[in-house]
């Protein structure tokens, strides 16, 4: 049979966490050691009460139906939730959930996006902020995060022509990759720019409470007129470590929200009963592990930059998020190529900056994904290659 694909599919390789992952494999297998920070897979227990909650619901038969939407008690969590933390204040036709942020993003596209519609994107950034809107025939732009604005998007250097044509900006701080947060004077002249330009913000705020050194993790919805020009995404993956659980919502905009929820209806049966048992749980309950989390989360990222900085590797300290984003040390260019070197070397494992963007070539992504102990180990074992020079 002569199986002819989409023509959309000539653009998706297999991913290069999947190429990492085979090398890593290979390496085991050879008996090899690997400290595996590539891949942004919290390793901490979600809290007791929080398992104890969902192991509670699925001892229900009944809670294995299709729930076709979200339980009253989640809907209110949430909004008690917001309240609390960010001082934001949700109707409940503000509110709809998702099976994660990703599923969110990769569909929220459909609700909003006409072919050659243009969304704006980061570069570097997380694909599926682009892989989304382009699935729909949506045009991508890209703006710049450089280093020397901290990483933030100079919203007065996008032309007036483009900005005028864009049907949406993709927008997300705590930053991955780039592990750098925005103050709340971004927010509002984004909220300004928004409103100037009528564009959507679709703003991902996965990594809100893994911040450092003090600072204020916000929510975009907490400055004022951001429900009239966008919605934002947030997720309970990396606050109270239920990646897999696939649980995040998406807030805002009321006219955003309920077109998107009805286009979700069409592709989706709701959250499965017990995960939604298991965020009530994580939103009402204590939040105790949330700080002590993000402790150890500040003890693995000083470890890790400043463990690098003491053997000549100049890596800045990350402000937020579970990521490292380190330029390549001297002598290298190639951000593929020297992952590759490194593991072979040292056993580290990281994600060359070019799989977030063009401009993200020229760096590496660690994720903070094992204790700080082993983070030294991994430290010496870079001092040890004679790579840093």
């Known amino acids: ?22 090398k890593k494999r290979e390496r085991l297998a050879q008996g090899k050691q690997v400290w595996n920070l590539s891949v942004g897979t919290p390793d901490f227990r979600p809290d007791e009460h929080v398992m104890a909650a969902a192991a509670q619901a699925i001892a229900d038969p009944n809670n294995f139906k299709y729930s076709l939407g979200n339980l009253p008690e989640l809907v209110e969590a949430v909004q008690g939730w917001y309240q ?26 459909w609700a909003l996006c006409d072919p050659g519609d243009l969304v704006l994107c980061p570069n570097p950034g997380y694909p599926i902020f682009e892989i989304g809107p382009w699935l729909t025939g949506a045009e991508i732009g890209y703006y710049e995060l450089r280093a020397e604005n901290n990483f933030l998007p100079d919203l007065k250097a996008i032309p007036p022509a483009v900005a005028e044509k864009a049907k949406a900006i993709v927008v997300s701080y705590p930053a991955n990759p780039v592990s750098r947060t925005a103050p709340r004077s971004f927010y509002e002249e984004l909220v300004a ?44 993956s990396k606050t109270y470590c239920l990646t897999g659980a696939r649980i995040s ?17 069409q592709i989706d049966y709701g959250i499965f009963l017990p995960t939604q048992y298991a965020a009530i749980a994580a939103l009402n309950g204590p ?53 590759f070197e490194l593991l072979e070397k040292t056993g580290v494992l990281c994600t060359p900056g070019s799989a977030f963007g063009s401009l993200g070539e020229g760096h590496v992504r660690f994720a903070l994904t094992i204790p700080p102990e082993q983070i030294a180990q991994a430290v010496e074992a870079v001092r040890k290659s004679g790579m840093i020079q």
Not at 3 to 20: D, T
Request: charged share 25%; glycine share 10%; hydrophobic share 40%.
């Open 1 to 22: 049979m002569d199986i002819r694909f989409a023509s959309r599919m000539e653009q998706f390789q297999p991913g290069i966490f999947n190429v990492l992952d085979d």
């Open 84 to 109: 609390r933390r960010y001082g934001v204040s949700l109707t409940t036709d503000e509110i709809t959930s998702v099976n994660g942020s990703q599923e969110g993003l990769a569909h929220i596209g």
């Open 193 to 236: 720019w928004a409103e100037r330009y009528n564009v959507i913000v679709l703003h991902d705020n996965a990594y809100s409470d893994i911040i450092f050194d003090g600072r204020e993790g916000i929510s975009f919805l907490s400055v004022p007129g951001a429900k009239e020009v966008g919605v934002e995404f947030n997720s309970l």
């Open 249 to 265: 919502f998406v807030l805002g905009n009321r006219e955003i929200v309920r077109k998107f929820a009805t286009l979700r209806s």
């Open 287 to 339: 939040q105790d592990g949330v700080e002590q989390r993000r402790r150890w989360y500040q003890e693995r990222r000083d470890a890790l930059c400043g463990g690098l900085r003491s053997i000549g590797w100049p890596v800045p300290d990350s402000e937020g998020s579970m990521f490292v984003w380190a330029p390549l040390p001297w002598g290298y260019s190639d951000s593929v190529k020297f992952c």
